[in-house]
Each structure stands twice: as structure tokens, then as C-alpha cells.
């Protein structure tokens, strides 16, 4: 299984309790496609949904996804995972409190053709401002990443990741059945 990033955009704001109702209403089929939810995160303005998944690959998460009539404007993405800071994918659900994602271009130390394979710690990355970085997903073409962070809001996101534009920032939770 790998770590698969999807997205979509909403024409009406989404809020994150309608996210989780929906997915568990459809758990089902994500089962059917061996689609494992981790996060689920909804963007600050409420017309953006980006969620973490497990699966085979990243069309197992668009069949699901598209067989229970998801829009038309909806990608999935194949990731490599750092984690930083002793946090593994053991690890999960990482923390009981809130998480936050942060959309982004992917960091330096990840634009070298020589990405450490997926798994493998990058180094530690936490401010002191309650926000800690979990880990970093980044496309395997190494042209999109996200950030997976525990903190206490999205303004200790924002302190660290510099200026976020609302569509790039997201409210986040683990998956829970």
C-alpha cells in the first residue's frame, strides 16, 4: 500500500463533519477498492477537500472515489512519505488532537532526483509554537507536496509555513470508524 493524496474543489462550501458523514456512508466501496482513509482535511474557505489515503494506487482511490459520484474536477496522486520529528506510519492516527495540511510546492531538500524512498525520516521540524510537522507527501514527479502537521490551529501552521493563500491551507482530522 502507498500513501495516495486526493483532492477535489466544491462549488458550495463543504464543511469537515459533512466530509467524515459521507465517508462513512461510503465506506463500503472504499473497502470494495482496498482504499484505507487516514485525513481528511477541508480547506479554510470550505471549497477544497484534500484527504490522505492507503491504497494499491492512486486509480484504486479514483474508482472509489468516482463509483460513488464524486465530481469531475477530482486528482489523485501517488506520494512519498517523510516523516519527521520519530513519527512513522506505525504511528497513526499520530496524535489526538488536531491536524492541519498545508498544499504546497515540495520542499528543497525533496526536489534532488535522489528522493530517499518513501518511509524514510527527513529531518526534525518543529517551531515551538504548539505546531509540529508530522510528515511531508510528496509526488512522486515531485511536482506537488503536502504537509501533515499537529498543531493547535491553522494560524501556528501559518507561523511556520509563511503566507498560506486559503485555498492551500486545511482544517484537518484523523480517520475514525
Not at 463500503?28 to 479554510?44: K, N
Not at 474508482?63 to 512519498?80: E, F, I, S
Request: aromatic share 8%.
Amino acid at each position: 500500500m502507498v500513501p495516495v493524496i486526493f483532492e477535489t474543489e466544491q462549488a458550495i462550501p463543504l464543511r469537515i463533519e459533512d466530509l467524515l458523514s459521507q465517508e462513512k456512508e461510503d465506506r463500503w466501496c472504499l473497502d470494495l477498492y482496498e482504499c484505507t482513509p487516514l485525513v481528511h482535511g477541508v480547506s479554510a474557505s470550505g471549497l477544497r477537500a484534500l484527504c490522505l489515503y492507503e491504497a494499491p494506487d492512486a486509480e484504486a482511490v479514483r474508482r472509489a472515489v468516482r463509483h460513488l459520484g464524486a465530481p469531475d474536477n477530482l486528482r489523485a496522486w501517488t506520494a512519498a512519505s517523510f516523516y519527521r520529528d520519530g513519527f512513522t506510519r506505525r504511528d497513526w492516527p499520530w496524535t489526538d488532537g488536531p491536524l492541519a495540511i498545508s498544499r504546497h510546492e515540495p520542499p528543497a531538500e525533496f526536489q534532488s532526483p535522489d528522493v530517499r524512498p518513501a518511509g524514510t525520516e527527513a529531518e526534525p521540524l518543529s517551531p515551538g509554537n504548539g505546531a509540529i510537522v508530522i510528515a511531508d507527501f510528496v509526488s512522486l514527479d515531485r511536482t506537488r507536496a503536502i504537509r501533515l502537521y499537529a498543531a493547535p490551529d491553522l494560524e501556528a501552521v501559518r507561523q511556520i509555513s509563511g503566507p498560506l493563500s486559503r485555498h492551500d491551507l486545511f482544517a484537518a482530522v484523523p480517520h475514525s470508524d
